[in-house]
């Protein structure tokens, strides 16, 4: 089975299984190696945590790992990183490790569909509304899209959309396209070009993952500091009056 | 582009259940870790802190204590002078007064060997004066020395003024009328009853005289009535003499 070739454009179109409308493609497969080797990983390095000051070269890791996410997430929040840690870091987590993992051969990352990719980005799409009416209430979130007055509202959609389209159409555009030119350079100049395009391809998957997690993270701040200011605003009239 | 809608909705699932599984076996474990070391290292700061403070404190304990013990020191110290120079006070008194005690004695000592030596000067010199002064006289006269000391004496018998006549007659009445005559030579008879013709005459008539010979009476004759006496000897010339003598030899002895 040659798993990409030049005519099938995404892996979702390598089938493995299909029963009606359930199918099992590479996407999924690949979706769920990633998620193992996660899963297995954690769970194998966080059995045996240490509070202590000597602690293990992979709790060191995923330590300095998670630092930097908490970091990120703390300079655009201010408060309560913890709270995003799951979604920012299981994004970065996900895409870094299948984008890397494109170095194995005969690995398709899931990030080259753009079913996955869609996928994430709806969920980012969902999480911002969740986290801001969470935080702040429904009434506060609704009227943002209103600001500065009700003619907003459209373009605040179409915002939201947009967005989430962008998210999705890049990551899928970066690594696709990485994996083609891949696949092409192989054709024409093997030997030494193609692995330095791999070399690339992996600096460019780690940026990709960095980027959708912080843009990710950018829209859910902007989605909270809006109603921030919204309190404050609130409050200061309250104050007043 | 096509997408799969079965397959877009697998993949939602299957990131919220990674999201699940990660926040489960890795978020929550390494967060918790990280929070439990933090709260370690600020309570071990918290110890050290307080360790600092308390160790701060001792060290200001100490110090204070040593500023004490100083205090003390130099009190004690002081003390310790102010007593050592009592007691170098005390000793060199006792020093100075055994000093003096020995002085003292040693100059008592000294007199004593002063005295004695003069005593025998004295009796020294009488005797040799006594013999010079008989041989003298005996080669310038024909009379003896002791009829001129006889003579002398009546002479001073005579020249009794009346209080001292009454005061010899009155100690002749008290010491039972006797008369002791003392002399370093023997008196002849006729002198023994020319003395009692001058007492009689010149004192009183009832008495008895005792005649006795005593060569301490240097180179002279004495009357002696209870506690009265009346005499001529060497040895008023002879303690001139000596005083002179004495006189001469401490100023020899300061002197030095």
């Known amino acids: ?241 | 582009m096509h997408i799969d809608w079965f397959v877009f909705l697998a993949q939602i699932f299957n990131f919220l259940l990674l999201m699940y599984l990660l926040k489960r076996f890795l978020y929550g474990r390494i967060i918790k870790a990280m929070d439990d070391r933090e709260a370690k290292i600020a309570r071990r700061f918290e110890d050290a802190d307080a360790l600092q403070a308390k160790a701060r404190e001792e060290a200001q304990l100490y110090e204070q204590r040593n500023q004490m013990l100083n205090e003390k020191k130099e009190v004690m110290l002081n003390e310790a002078t102010m007593a050592a120079d009592a007691k170098r006070k005390e000793l060199m008194e006792k020093v100075r007064e055994e000093v003096d005690t020995v002085k003292t004695r040693w100059q008592e000592m000294l007199l004593r060997e002063q005295g004695a030596f003069f005593y025998d000067l004295r009796q020294r010199a009488a005797k040799q004066l006594y013999a010079t002064a008989r041989k003298a006289l005996s080669d310038l006269a024909d009379e003896e020395l002791e009829d001129r000391i006889i003579e002398e004496f009546l002479r001073r018998l005579q020249a009794l003024d009346a209080e001292k006549s009454k005061q010899i007659r009155q100690a002749i009445t008290g010491g039972g009328n006797r008369v002791t005559v003392q002399s370093a030579f023997g008196i002849s008879a006729p002198r023994q009853s020319q003395i009692e013709e001058v007492l009689k005459k010149q004192i009183t008539n009832g008495f008895t005289i005792r005649y006795l010979h005593e060569p301490d009476v240097v180179s002279g004759i004495e009357l002696r009535v209870n506690g009265h006496k009346i005499a001529w000897s060497l040895n008023e010339y002879l303690e001139t003499l000596v005083e002179s003598l004495t006189e001469t030899l401490q100023k020899e002895a300061h002197a030095a």
């Open chain 1, 1 to 241: 089975m040659e798993v990409v070739s030049l005519n099938q454009i995404s892996p979702d179109q390598v089938i493995i299984w299909s029963w009606n409308f359930i199918t099992l493609n590479v996407t999924i497969l690949y979706t769920w190696l990633v998620m193992a080797i996660l899963v297995g990983g954690s769970i194998l390095i966080t059995r045996n945590l240490s509070s202590e000051m000597n602690v293990s070269r992979w709790q060191h890791f995923l330590e300095v790992v998670i630092s930097i996410i908490r970091g990120e997430i703390s300079e655009m929040t201010k408060k309560g990183a913890d709270h995003y840690v799951p979604l920012v870091g299981t994004l970065f987590l996900f895409i870094c490790v299948s984008n890397v993992l494109v170095i194995v051969p005969g690995f398709v990352a899931p990030t080259s569909s753009m079913t996955t990719t869609a996928a994430l980005a709806t969920c980012v799409f969902i999480a911002v509304p969740f986290y801001g009416i969470s935080r702040n209430g429904v009434l506060h979130y609704v009227k943002e899209y209103f600001q500065p007055t009700f003619i907003f509202f459209p373009f605040h959609v179409m915002g939201e959309l947009s967005r989430t389209l962008a998210l999705t159409v890049r990551l899928f555009g970066n690594i696709m396209s990485h994996e083609k030119v891949i696949g092409i350079l192989l054709a024409v100049t093997p030997f030494l070009f193609p692995v330095v395009m791999q070399i690339l391809g992996l600096l460019i998957g780690v940026i990709q993952a960095y980027i959708f997690a912080i843009l990710s993270m950018v829209y859910i701040a902007s989605a909270l500091s809006a109603e921030d200011e919204v309190h404050a605003e609130v409050k200061k009239e309250g104050s007043t009056a």
